[in-house]
């Protein structure tokens, strides 16, 4: 269905793909793997046009493949509603245009090719018959758990999770055959994440898609595509998450015994090549009895087996370390999270005494008495628009219950990362921003923010061109260095690559504070939590 061949790609010096290639066939779902930064998104700009390959080929079979894309986060017109996005299949008129018109340039560079001819064709079609789809759309917001909107609903306002349940649901009607997703898990509750491993099982087409949910492309992903940051290329592991890590963990567990074997070799060469070096000066400084031929015959065929076996000695010594060197395997860089002492507090860190909370005096979560003490991490989960955000606001104050009583304990110093992050609280850059909070010199910054990946000038990249990944990571080392001791955080996962969200899950095990974090990574809750916090009925039950 999908086939890239030979794809090269950079952005100025900077080289993103180099000879990538690799096929999704009917019935198979293949799961990019890889560090924010290392490519994954270029990889969709590539196959939907939005991007031009440097070198190689991408091809659809059949030519008109019916394909559908989800991006990773898209923009939404002021009054742009629920109707105008699912009746365009989620996509916009603007960008089908945009489609149309990059194909008819491909066209025109390439008059001969007629599969460009083909999706042309495909995507006009598209465009006339957007419309067709009004009388199913009413079924697929209750499909989805969005029935309380209508279709004139802003999706403005609509939180994270449902306009990620409404990106899914354009993708189900759109009744494509390749599905090109990118991060569909974001923002899912665990029921509308279940139902997305059913439907991704279930679906006979094939799907490409990126997720940091390292449960769910353990339930879902027929092979991995590895895109490795160092040579930019993709390796294809068939299986799911489990058998790439037990291939990986053999990959490396083989090359370290390799390069261990060679280093032996290379040690043993040398000392033979000493020993030779000192037995041939003994030889030649030594002395035999005068008209002794027979023993200086003995001596001089002795020195030239010597020197011909160092000859061979230095040969070999010289071809590994030159055309047959192994480097030594080295640990990919991970994000270091170092959250400093944190601020003392005493023993309980947050009561909740009969609490209620909502809007306009309506609760969306009724009769809450809880706690938490010190060195606790909570989890807290629920279905999308259950109120989990409302609570987290509540506790941090920037609403008001509508019943009940909030403690904070003595000398809390919240931080708080929200579901959207907000860009204007960095300052013009992450070494700026950094410097703002803390008394640490420029050298003292710049190896802070090495610990959270920056390096190099990327310590200088201006805020608003920081990606979603790049901004969480700044936000963890803001809360790092102002040593905050009760950690609020409302998907705080987001965006992070699967190596980053391993690194923060062992240093929140680490972490002296308190933890309360809205989370839907089943691995990670496995992971930190002491405590569940589940939202049901309105009510919070304590698993």
């Given amino acids: 269905m999908l086939i890239l061949e030979d794809i090269h790609k950079r952005f100025g010096d900077r080289q993103i793909l180099r000879n990538v290639s690799f096929h999704v066939q009917s019935g198979e779902r293949a799961a990019i793997l890889g560090s924010n930064g290392t490519g994954k998104t270029t990889i969709f700009k590539l196959i939907i046009g939005k991007e031009k390959p ?24 002021d009054l742009e509603t629920i109707a105008d996005f699912l009746l365009m299949n989620g996509e916009s008129i603007e960008t089908l245009q945009e489609k149309l018109e990059i194909l008819s340039q491909r066209m025109e560079e390439t008059p001969d090719d007629l599969s460009l001819h083909a999706t042309y064709d495909s995507v006009l079609s598209r465009l006339f018959q957007a419309f067709s789809n009004e009388g199913s759309s009413e079924s697929l917001l209750a499909l989805f758990g969005l029935s309380q909107f209508d279709f004139q609903t802003p999706i403005r306002q609509l939180s994270g999770g449902q306009i990620a349940r409404l990106s899914l649901a354009a993708a189900y009607q759109s009744k494509a055959r390749l599905l090109l997703l990118d991060e569909p898990t974001n923002d899912l509750d665990e029921q509308m994440l279940r139902w997305l491993e059913n439907y991704f099982c279930l679906f006979s087409g094939a799907i490409l898609y990126v997720s940091h949910d390292r449960a769910f492309i353990n339930q879902t992903a027929t092979k991995i595509l590895e895109l490795d940051a160092i040579n930019h290329t993709i390796k294809e592991y068939m299986g799911n998450y489990e058998d790439w890590l037990a291939k990986k963990k053999f990959e490396r567990e083989s090359e370290l015994a390799a390069w261990n074997r060679q280093q032996t070799e290379i040690s043993q060469l040398k000392d033979a090549a000493l020993r030779i070096r000192s037995s041939t000066k003994m ?45 030594k395997p080295v640990q990919r860089w991970k994000m270091k999270i170092d959250f400093l002492n944190p601020g ?64 904070l304990g003595v000398n809390m110093r919240i931080g708080k990362i929200a579901q959207i992050l907000d860009r204007s609280l960095f300052q013009s850059n992450a070494l700026e921003s950094i410097q703002k909070l803390s008394k640490l010199n420029e050298t003292e910054v710049r190896r802070f923010l090495s610990y959270y990946l920056f390096f190099g000038d990327d310590v200088y990249i201006p805020s608003e061109r920081l990606s979603n990944g790049q901004c969480a990571r700044l936000a963890l080392a803001s809360f790092a260095v102002q040593g905050k001791n ?10 992070l690559d699967i190596e980053s969200r391993e690194q923060f899950g062992e240093a929140l095990l680490q972490f002296q504070g308190t933890v309360l974090a809205v989370v839907h990574d089943r691995y990670f809750s496995d992971q930190v939590a002491d405590i569940i916090w589940e939202i049901k009925d309105h009510k919070i039950l304590v698993l």
């Fill in 486 to 495: 009760f950690l609020v955080m409302d998907e705080p996962l987001n965006h």
């Fill in 344 to 407: 003392y507090s005493g023993d309980m860190v947050l009561s909740l005494q009969n609490m209620s909370v909502g809007y306009d005096g309506v609760p969306l979560i009724s009769d809450i008495n809880l706690d938490l003490t010190r060195g606790q991490t909570c989890v807290l989960i629920g279905p999308n628009g259950c109120g989990k955000t409302t609570l987290l606001k509540t506790i941090t104050g920037e609403l008001q219950p509508i019943s009940g009583i909030l403690k």
């Fill in 54 to 77: 440097d070198q190689g080929t991408i091809r659809f079979s059949p030519s008109d493949l019916n394909w559908f894309y989800m991006p990773q986060s898209r923009s939404f017109r």
């Fill in 283 to 327: 030889h030649r400084g030594g002395k035999t009895d005068s008209g002794d031929k027979l023993a200086a015959g003995f001596f001089m065929n002795r020195s030239r087996k010597t020197i011909k076996r160092a000859v061979q000695i230095e040969n070999r010594l010289n071809q590994l370390m030159t055309e047959d060197k192994k480097e």
